[in-house]
């Protein structure tokens, strides 16, 4: 490949659906933002350092950055992750968003799953269908036609909500403006603290998590279920800008993996096993130091990239395969599938994860054969 990058998105966890589309607009940047006086009448799939939206999208809206700024008008879903997230416009579907900070104050017509290290629901937020929120910190204070799922550390509830609650957390405070027209379920710690003036329609049901070994268990799942969001959050990242900013080189790569499939492997493991090795002997001289120092940089450039373009070569693969066609394709569909596939396939033990390390090893090799080919071209 004549072109590299390297990306590295650092946000907690989440859940990320994008639903199936078809017409679609691609925006990518350092930058993007479109004004309050902007419509597009299509999808809009966004990424960048900076994303802020004020204008309206009839289709979706999906977003990945550092910092997402929505004060426009989507009139179907919006999916959004990034370190800081901000979504204070009007979203006639569902909302999916994940961030560091993730705040939310504008009307959403369906559901919304939201998580992060703090979450925060402004009183300007209505909501028209359920709630689910998982995060370190979360406050509620909007409202919702339906039920509210909490699940975290610490989390205040001072909104209306019109249906049961249910909330899993360490600490669990009911604020002077709560209004619960159903039930009170709750698992915690210790007691909630509700203040006299709010207002519970229906019964109250407290838990207390009274053993630390149980504590330690949900922690460590809590801990794992948030690497393996980072991580496929992560490649797919990767992945979509290398489809979109490089996606000739990269369908080029993708096909040419497949068609030598067996050759890349073989020399991913090879490469894999003996070069650390052989830059760990080099550091005795102080040239071959540095060749042994550039020699992991770039090993660990490319496996950072592995991942992504094996599930770009499994989407690619599964699509040739149910299409029954003599040919590979390779869009942007084939991309997420078969990213989200390789990430669901690697929780299966023993199995799953061979397939994913074949598939890797196999990408691996392929990147390195990629730059043989692109030196002894120069030369």
């Not at 040239?287 to 450039?301: D, K, Q, T, W, Y």
Request: hydrophobic share 50%; net charge neutral.
């Amino acid at each position: 490949m004549q072109k590299k990058i390297f990306v590295c998105l650092a946000i907690a966890a989440m859940v990320l659906v994008v639903s199936p589309v078809g017409a679609a607009e691609f925006r990518t940047g350092e930058e993007f933002a479109l004004g309050k006086d902007k419509t597009i009448s299509d999808n809009l799939y966004t990424a960048g350092s900076n994303v802020i939206l004020g204008g309206k999208i009839e289709g979706d809206f999906i977003a990945v950055g550092g910092t997402i700024l929505f004060t426009g008008e989507v009139r179907d879903d919006v999916a959004a992750a990034g370190g800081t997230v901000s979504l204070i416009g009007l979203v006639g579907g569902d909302i999916r968003a994940a961030g560091g900070t993730v705040m939310i104050g504008g009307t959403v017509g369906g559901e919304a799953v939201v998580a992060g290290g703090q979450v925060s629901i402004s009183e300007e937020a209505t909501f028209g269908k359920n709630v689910a929120l998982a995060g370190g910190m979360v406050t509620f204070s909007g409202e919702t036609k339906s039920g509210l799922k909490i699940y975290g550390d610490e989390a205040v509830i001072n909104g209306k909500i019109e249906g049961d609650v249910f909330a899993k957390v360490r600490k669990l405070t009911i604020g002077p403006d709560a209004k619960i027209t159903g039930a009170l379920s709750y698992e915690a710690a210790e007691a909630a603290q509700i203040d006299p003036a709010a207002v519970i329609g229906g019964a109250v049901d407290f838990k207390k998590i009274e053993s630390q070994v149980r504590e330690n268990k949900n922690a460590f799942w809590g801990i794992f279920w948030g690497v393996w969001l980072l991580k496929f959050l992560s490649v797919l990242l990767v992945g979509l800008l290398l489809y979109w900013i490089f996606r000739r080189q990269t369908e080029e790569f993708v096909k040419r993996n497949l068609k030598e499939f067996g050759w890349d492997l073989l020399i991913g493991v090879a490469i894999g096993i003996c070069l650390p090795i052989a830059a760990v002997i080099s550091f005795i001289t102080i040239i071959g130091s540095v060749l042994g120092v550039g020699g992991l940089l770039l090993h660990f450039f490319f496996m950072v990239l592995s991942p992504a373009l094996a599930g770009m070569a499994l989407g690619s693969l599964i699509w040739k395969l149910f299409s029954k066609k003599k040919e590979f394709h390779f869009n942007w569909k084939t991309v997420v599938v078969g990213i989200v596939l390789m990430s669901l396939i690697g929780l299966i033990p023993i199995l799953g994860w061979a397939f994913c390390l074949v598939f890797g090893a196999a990408a691996f090799g392929g990147l390195w054969v990629a730059l043989s080919q692109m030196f002894f071209e120069k030369r």
